[in-house]
């Protein structure tokens, strides 16, 4: 991420946040997440979109919604306990995407913001280890 | 109407004036001679909330038990460990890292926890306070590898604080923005 724009990595976040939304939309098709959980992570990834496109200030240079879920996706739509693996591993690469945001990004008044977002996403992760029954810590 | 304390809320005023107290000088200063602007001075009172939440969380293992007492414990250690890291941060930036309190004097400026239902609420506290102080030191901290270490540390204690969450048996995302929307 190091050398990009501030707008390059807004973006970068906001195609991350598009993958989870894309994720979250196909368990809750597939009941491959607990309906309750599911929808709460649903409700707060979308809620990130909306403060990336608002701060992005409309009309992102790239169109970061995949269209077509990945193969490792729709694998791991088969079961919950898999689409939980899965879950957690997007949602590690998302609080490493915002830890890194939150500190090279150039626009001071966004690092908050961005880490405020980074620490909800580690709180995801923690949800989605106790979905498959663990209580181990996630760091 | 007099205004009503609940003893959440007590137990979280508590909680704020133990780490303002950690914080405000109640520590010994860093030693050494910090450059100017290095982030020095900000890294030493995370280093005094660090050892806080450290004997802190050993009295609330004192009321905690089974999976709970587990997860507390699980959290002392991690605490310690970046108590170990922000030490060898400090010394990096040619300070000496202050001593510190003993557990004795720490445990002095606890709310009594009477219950597990007292040291998870506590917890909660701390770890959120801790969170914020974490993340507020991302817009102060004047160089990109301090605040990758501050972001780095904040996203742990994200995570204790859902751990901690859970076990109050609460979601573990508070919301979708933790400290502040974008």
Redesign the interface.
Known sequence: MAGRSDRELLEDLLALESRLVSAYEAALRRDAVDRSLGE??L???R??VA??E??LGGGADRNPRATVPSPELTGSLRSRAAFASFAERLEASA?TA???A???IRD?????????????E??????LR?ARGE????? | MAPQVTRREALGGAAAALLLASCAGGDAPPGGGPRPGSGAALFGSLLALQRAAVAAYAACEEVLRGDELAVARAIREQEDAIAGRLAVVLTGLGVDPPPGRSREEYARTFPRLRSAADALHFADDLEQRQLRAYLEALTELPAPGSRATAADIGATQAAHLAAVRLLEGLPAAQGPFVTGAL
């Open positions: 709460a992570l409700a707060q990834e809620e990130h403060a990336l608002k701060t609080v915002y830890a890194e939150a500190s090279i001071a008044r966004l690092r908050q913001p961005l880490g405020s977002i980074m620490a909800c580690a709180a995801h992760r923690v949800a106790d209580r181990s810590l996630v760091v």
